[in-house]
């Protein structure tokens, strides 16, 4: 049971940079946007207003950051109940690369689904606004750092927890980001 606990808590843990680069693209973002205010050929506009370099670039490397503190945090003090990114900050780059811009393209493909299906930008997309994101996320750490995706996710226990701990802390996330007034609305 204790076991299963900490797998879980890990797999949480290791996957907060990928989490972090959403709301960081909030802060971030505002500039230049990824389509550059295209349409796509239905006449919608490919991705819309609320996807933007600056909030690709800014957020991703936010979310490069809170992994590189993690992972200092766990190397300096020797935490061996859970795992770490590798065992250099190369290795640990290789997967937070990955895994922070995955998350962020994976955010931009959910938006461009969602303006396929004619929903405004902003507009609530239920699971499109939650789970492009971590699926990305693990299909671009899955392609270009298979062994930490092998070591931590491989059994995909991890995988299915943030799937269904992810709407929930994207909602209380976004009701926080409205409240301080960095979002239009409270989802
Ligand atoms: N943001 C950004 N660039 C990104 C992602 C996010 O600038 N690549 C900023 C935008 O200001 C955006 C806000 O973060 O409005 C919230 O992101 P999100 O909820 O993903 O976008 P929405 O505005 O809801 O647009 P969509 O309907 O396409 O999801
Ligand atoms: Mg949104």
């Known amino acids: 049971m204790v076991n299963v606990l ?3 808590l890990e797999s949480i843990i290791l996957f ?9 693209a909030v802060i971030t973002g505002g500039y230049v946007k990824v389509d550059f205010g295209r349409n796509f050929i239905d006449g919608r506009r490919i991705l819309g207003d609320g996807k933007t370099w600056s909030g690709l670039i ?3 490397l936010l ?7 993690i992972y200092f945090i766990i190397s300096l003090f020797h935490i061996t ?17 990955p895994m922070s811009f995955g998350s962020l393209l994976g ?3 959910g938006s461009f689904v969602k303006r396929r299906l004619n929903m405004k930008r902003g507009q609530k997309g239920f699971l499109l606004d939650q789970w492009p994101f971590v699926l990305m996320s693990f299909l671009f750490v899955f392609i270009f750092s298979r062994g930490f995706f092998m070591e931590y996710y491989g059994n995909f ?3 299915v927890v943030i799937l269904a701990l992810t709407p929930p802390l994207h909602r209380a996330v976004n009701i926080i980001g409205y409240k301080m007034n960095k979002k239009d609305v409270p989802w």
């Open 6 to 8: 900490l797998i879980i």
């Open 16 to 24: 907060l940079p990928a989490f972090a680069a959403n709301p960081a």
């Open 58 to 60: 800014g957020g991703s």
């Open 63 to 69: 979310g490069v950051v809170l992994g590189l503190i």
């Open 81 to 97: 109940l859970i795992g770490n990114y590798g065992t250099s900050l190369v290795e640990a780059l290789s997967v937070l690369l």
């Open 107 to 109: 955010d931009i493909a």
């Open 157 to 159: 226990i991890g995988i």
